[in-house]
């Protein structure tokens, strides 16, 4: 299987970063094909926590060649930061194993500020990451942004920023009233970027002709989802969304190979939900259940630093992301957060407007209410407990589990009618049984 996708299955934070990692060790080129900034994918090697926003997680790995595909709304100042900071930390990051396609909608300061205006002006907050991303997207629809290529010509970059830059201060200024930082002036903006294109230079590449080519040697693909499924802006909780395709056939557009190029799609379900930002989340835990779940799960947002709401499992949710991605196998994480608790709730069914269904009404979704099925807990298993587990699950699978959680994962695997490809039961690279 040369080209595998790996998607979120819910509202992004389901743990992607950690199984692409896992992944990664088996491909030779790692693809990052949607979203911005507004990412952050974990990842735990030997004690040491990285977190990336843009950077794919295939870079720990060394010799991987790692790509920003066309579809990323690319900050040159977080890419930048972000190469330097695991430079420091004892990666080798270089052109040789990271690429920025050309045609990637660049985000620029005015996205962020408008990002901000258009946020605290609305009277529906989406509860945006703030990094942009939207504008920058909303840029490229109308044919008016710059993209990577523009940056590297200092002439077109110029007469670019030039022309943006005033109706976006009007824009600001006159229509959101916005106040403005000091450094925000045409004059700045351009010594900024002009500093970012001379660092970014060796990195920008074609991605679609370089994937192309290595599909054509037979090398193995792989293409890193960002946020999730129900953030898709035409599939997911619209309007509470983010702006891009999140989906697996998203993904053939932004990195330019044929649909029929991707023979492989794995979605990544948390063995619980959460969210982050406003919109319906129709499983949701209050009070101190919902609290213990976020403290135990350590469920705050990687790039915002903000509290995700949690909830229960949601089976027409993965079914619904299931069909839409044609998943060939699920990764089911975080499987230990749910320890210590007596009563697993998993929402099986709908009761919506038309009347009961095994289908997520997502147009419906405020107007219907979850049905549950209730497991047995695990038991409070401690944290050296569910390493062993890890460890013995090598040979004995899903053996290696508690009967409980042994039943919860195959409960998962039939309702959604997916096989599951691993169970994650900590946050550690060698804490993930490979089915
Ligand atoms: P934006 O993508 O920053 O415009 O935010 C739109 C919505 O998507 C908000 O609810 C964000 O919290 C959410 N979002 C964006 N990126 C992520 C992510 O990587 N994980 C989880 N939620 C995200």
């Not at 430079?87 to 052109?95: C, E, N």
């Not at 290529?149 to 970059?157: F, G, H, K, S």
């Amino acid at each position: 299987m040369p080209v595998l996708a790996v998607i979120g299955a819910q509202f992004g934070d389901e743990g992607k970063g950690k199984i692409v990692d896992a992944l990664a060790e088996s491909h030779d080129v790692i693809v990052r094909f949607n979203g911005g900034a507004n990412a952050g994918h974990t990842i735990k090697v030997r004690e040491k926590e990285i977190k990336l926003h843009l950077v794919p997680s295939g870079i720990v790995h060394g010799r991987k060649r790692n790509l920003i595909a066309s579809g990323v709304a690319f900050d040159p100042a977080v890419f930048i930061k972000e190469i330097e900071g695991l430079r420091k930390a004892g990666y080798p990051v270089s052109p040789e194993n990271i690429g920025v396609d050309f045609r990637c909608p660049v985000v620029m300061p005015w996205h962020k500020l408008l990002d901000a205006a258009k946020e605290e002006a609305a009277g529906q907050k989406i509860g945006t990451t703030m990094r942009g991303v939207g504008p920058c997207y909303e840029d490229r629809a109308a044919r008016t942004g710059l993209r990577v290529v523009d940056l590297l010509d200092a002439a077109t970059m110029q007469a670019k920023v030039t022309s943006r830059y005033m109706p976006k201060r009007t824009l600001l200024e006159n229509y959101y009233g916005h106040k403005l930082p000091q450094e925000f002036n045409e004059r700045e903006i351009l010594v900024e970027y002009s500093q970012y294109a001379q660092k970014l230079a060796p990195y920008a590449c074609d991605v679609s002709s370089e994937v192309n080519a290595a599909l054509m040697k037979k090398k193995m693909v792989l293409l890193e989802g960002a946020q999730g499924v129900m953030l898709d802006i035409s599939y997911g909780t619209y309007p509470f969304v983010t702006s891009s395709n999140t989906t697996a056939p998203a993904a053939a557009t932004s990195v330019g190979i044929p649909a029929s190029a991707i023979n492989e799609v794995h979605g990544v379900v948390k063995a619980y939900t959460t969210r982050v930002g406003n919109g319906p989340l129709p499983t949701e835990i209050s009070g101190a259940l919902g609290e213990r779940l976020r403290g135990q799960g350590r469920e705050f947002g990687t790039t915002t630093g903000r509290p995700r709401r949690v909830g229960w499992l949601d089976l027409p949710m993965a079914r619904y992301s299931a069909r839409l991605n044609g998943f060939s196998a699920i990764h089911l994480t975080k499987l230990d957060v749910l320890s210590g608790l007596d009563e697993i709730n998993v929402a099986v069914a709908y009761d919506a407007p038309g009347g009961k269904t095994r289908e997520l009404p997502v147009v419906a979704l405020e107007k219907s209410k979850p049905v549950y099925k209730s497991f047995n807990g695990f038991g409070e298993i401690p944290a050296a407990e569910w390493r062993r587990m890890a460890a013995e699950g090598r040979k004995k699978k899903l053996r290696a589990l508690p009967e409980n959680a042994k039943k919860y994962v195959e409960f998962v695997a039939k309702e959604c009618g997916v096989r599951i490809a691993s169970v994650s039961v900590g946050p550690e690279r060698s804490e993930i049984i490979f089915l």
